[in-house]
């Protein structure tokens, strides 16, 4: 017999205290209020699988947001390799998406691998150091990543380049 690895009430709390950053994720990959509150509940569901041990509330809140970053690029590759009929999501495309402003739809518009530096550099307040970590990859990786996505957004926004 299995026994739970966290009490109903850890997992209540740490839903509580990361579930909007969660959700933001989702929402960022998947552009659709639906898909981005099926992954956010993945999310969740995997965090209950893990038992993954956490050092503190930051290591826990990056693990959801790379998990959830994952999960949404896998499902966007399934949903990118099959044909589906467009007629059974038109109430999708009817949906209208939350207020946005120019510069959260330039984000948006990024690549996978620089929407997620930006977000938790400048959204989450994350080091590069501490992002390096949590993707897995070098930290001059994440500063090239940075460095290119302010680029790009300079362009989409308007501003000239130097």
Request: cysteine-free; proline content about 5%.
């Given at each position: 017999m299995t026994s739970l690895l966290r009490t109903d009430r850890e997992i209540t709390e740490i839903y509580r205290r990361n579930v909007d950053t969660v959700y933001r994720v989702c929402y960022s990959f998947?552009?659709?209020?639906?898909?981005?509150?099926?992954?956010?509940?993945?999310?969740f569901l995997r965090l209950i699988a893990s038992g993954k041990a956490f050092e503190n509330q930051r290591h826990e809140k990056a693990w959801l947001i790379v998990t959830a970053s994952n999960l949404c690029k896998d499902q966007l590759k399934?949903?990118?390799?099959?044909?589906?009929d467009l007629e059974q999501h038109t109430?999708?495309?009817a949906e209208s998406p939350p207020e946005e402003n120019a510069v959260l739809e330039a984000i948006l518009q990024l690549p996978m691998?620089?929407?997620?530096?930006?977000?938790?550099?400048?959204?989450?307040?994350y080091t590069t150091g501490e992002i390096a970590k949590a993707l897995h990859c070098l930290q001059?990786?994440?500063?090239?990543?940075l460095a290119r996505a302010r680029k790009q957004l300079k362009l989409m926004l308007g501003g000239d380049l130097e």
């Open positions: 998947m552009r659709n209020k639906p898909e981005a509150e099926d992954m956010t509940q993945e999310t399934r949903l990118y390799r099959q044909e589906e109430e999708l495309a691998d620089y929407k997620t530096v930006v977000y938790l550099y400048y959204y989450e307040g001059p990786t994440v500063r090239t990543r």
